[in-house]
Structure formats: structure tokens, C-alpha cells
């Protein structure tokens, strides 16, 4: 549940979805999910002339298990608190 | 996604906040659906009335009827909600038959096959170019260059040409 977690705190910032497919996908965090499916709000696809379908999508549902990467804001991680998380999920806590 | 009450539907990741709405899901193996979303659950599997495939092909597009969808939701990449104000597809892109838009598809599978084949051909060819040119100058070097040595490197080098002249001809490049 970590990385839900993670996810959790990043509601309302603006990240890019990588999907497995190449298609990119850069919109404010709505929400997430235990599945790490994600909704994105005012979506704008990276490379626009390359998936002119996409062009009046602004909201979208992403399922989890297509993302390949997610890209965050550079400040969008506390390496302490990821630290402590982390050692904690492993002990099983 | 959660089955979450009415009140927060909309803070959630579940389907329910694009129920009734027009959406476009795209699915794993590139196709893209247009519908209306009646019903969903926890996979995303989900169910699309008077459902449309989206065929694009460069500048040209078509939407073929299907009727009522369900969609397993193992295939769903994603699903957008259409905003209705904006146009949907940029507007230089021309709508044309079904029957126009499977000949293009056809036609536009055939030139990228093609060009699958010449971008393998020519790796082979390539490497078989370069290990005879390596192999040759292997011989060239351990023997010391006499003349019969050096014909008998450019008698190779025709043979090769003319090997490689063949498998062009096949390519046929013109």
C-alpha cells in the first residue's frame, strides 16, 4: 500500500502518465486507486498531432496496469519520509 | 477503484462520475471505441451503448457502428471523458466512408510492410557486407600482396557485387 499511498499525497499536482503503449499524457492528479489506476483532470497528450483522438479529452481514467511510468513534480518526493515508510512497510508494519 | 457512496463519486478513481456520459476508451490493441458508459465495475470491464470504432488513418477518419459493447476491462488502456465543447478531432481531418477507410488501412498496412522487409533486408546485407569485407582483408593481410592474391580479391569483391546486385533486384528498388 505504500506507493498508494505515495499516489495519495500527489492529489492535485500536475505529473505525466508514461502508458505502455508510448502515449503520454501530462494532467492534474484527481485521484488514485489501490490498483494504482489513476484519473487525470485537464489532460493534455505530449505529442498531440501524433493521437489527434485525444484532442477533447480533459478528463481521463487510466487502468493501473498499463502505466509505465509516472512523472512527478521534482519536488514531489520527501526522501526522509519515503525512507521511513519504506523501512516500515518492509518490517511489515 | 472503489464502489464509493454518491457523495464522493467524484473525489474518486471509480467509473460512476462517467456514467451516462460520452466517452472514448482506448484499448490495448490500438482500437478506439466512442459510447456511452451504462455500467462498469472493479476490472474496468464495462459497458458501452451505440458504441463506434474510430478508424484513423493519416488525415482520414470513420466511424463504424458496432451497437451494444462490453468491453473486458483487461483490454482498457484508458477511457476519456469527450468534452463536448471542443471539437473532436482537429479540423483539417476529413470524414470518409467505411469502405475508403478499409481500403487505406489496407494500403497503408502494405507500404509499412514493405518497409519492414527492406529494413531487414538491408541489416542482413549489411552484415553480410561486412563480415566478406573483414574475411577478405583477413587474406589480404596474412598472404603478402601478390598480384594473384590481389585478382583473386577483386574477383571476390565482383562475386559480391554481384551477389548483392541479385538481392537488390529482389528489393526491387526502382
Same mark, same amino acid.
Given at each position: ?9 500527489? /492529489?492535485?499536482?500536475?505529473?505525466? /502518465? !508514461? ?10 492528479? &484527481? ?9 487525470? !483532470?485537464?489532460?493534455? /497528450? /505530449? ?5 489527434? &483522438? ?28 519515503? &525512507? ?10 | 477503484?472503489?464502489?464509493?457512496? *454518491? ?22 490493441? =490500438? ?14 470491464? +464495462? ?10 488513418? =493519416? ?5 463504424? *457502428? ?13 477511457? =476519456? ?8 478531432? *482537429? *479540423? ?5 466512408? +467505411? +469502405? ?7 494500403? $497503408?498496412?502494405?507500404? $509499412? #510492410? ?21 574475411? #577478405? ?38
Amino acid at each position: 500500500m505504500l506507493f498508494f499511498s505515495y499516489f495519495k499525497d500527489l /492529489v492535485g499536482r500536475e505529473v505525466t /502518465v !508514461e502508458l505502455k503503449n508510448d502515449l503520454a499524457i501530462r494532467g492534474t492528479l &484527481h485521484s488514485v486507486d489501490q490498483y494504482l489506476n489513476i484519473k487525470l !483532470e485537464n489532460t493534455k /497528450v /505530449v505529442d498531440q498531432d501524433k493521437y489527434p &483522438h485525444m484532442l477533447s479529452v480533459r478528463n481521463c481514467f487510466i487502468r493501473g496496469s498499463v502505466v509505465r511510468y509516472v512523472q512527478l513534480p521534482p519536488d514531489g518526493v520527501d526522501v526522509e519520509l519515503l &525512507h521511513d515508510a519504506t523501512r516500515r512497510e518492509a518490517r511489515g508494519g | 477503484m472503489s464502489w464509493a457512496g *454518491p457523495e464522493d463519486i467524484f473525489l474518486s478513481t471509480s467509473l460512476a462520475s462517467y456514467l451516462d456520459k460520452k466517452l472514448l476508451v482506448l484499448l490495448r490493441d =490500438g482500437r478506439k471505441l466512442l459510447g456511452i458508459l451504462r455500467s462498469f465495475d472493479q476490472f474496468a470491464n +464495462a459497458v458501452l451503448e451505440g458504441a463506434c470504432e474510430r478508424v484513423i488513418v =493519416g488525415d482520414l477518419y470513420c466511424d463504424i *457502428p458496432l451497437g451494444l459493447y462490453v468491453i473486458r476491462g483487461e483490454n482498457v488502456v484508458l477511457i =476519456g471523458e469527450l468534452d463536448l465543447e471542443r471539437e473532436e478531432l *482537429p *479540423p483539417h481531418m476529413v470524414r470518409v466512408s +467505411a +469502405a475508403e477507410i478499409k481500403r487505406e488501412e489496407f494500403l $497503408s498496412s502494405i507500404s $509499412s #510492410m514493405n518497409m519492414r522487409i527492406c529494413t531487414t533486408s538491408f541489416t542482413s546485407l549489411k552484415e553480410e557486407f561486412l563480415s566478406s569485407i573483414s574475411s #577478405m582483408n583477413m587474406r589480404i593481410c596474412t598472404t603478402s600482396f601478390t598480384s594473384l592474391k590481389a585478382q583473386k580479391a577483386e574477383r571476390d569483391a565482383t562475386d559480391l557485387k554481384g551477389s548483392m546486385r541479385k538481392r537488390m533486384e529482389f528489393l526491387d528498388l526502382d
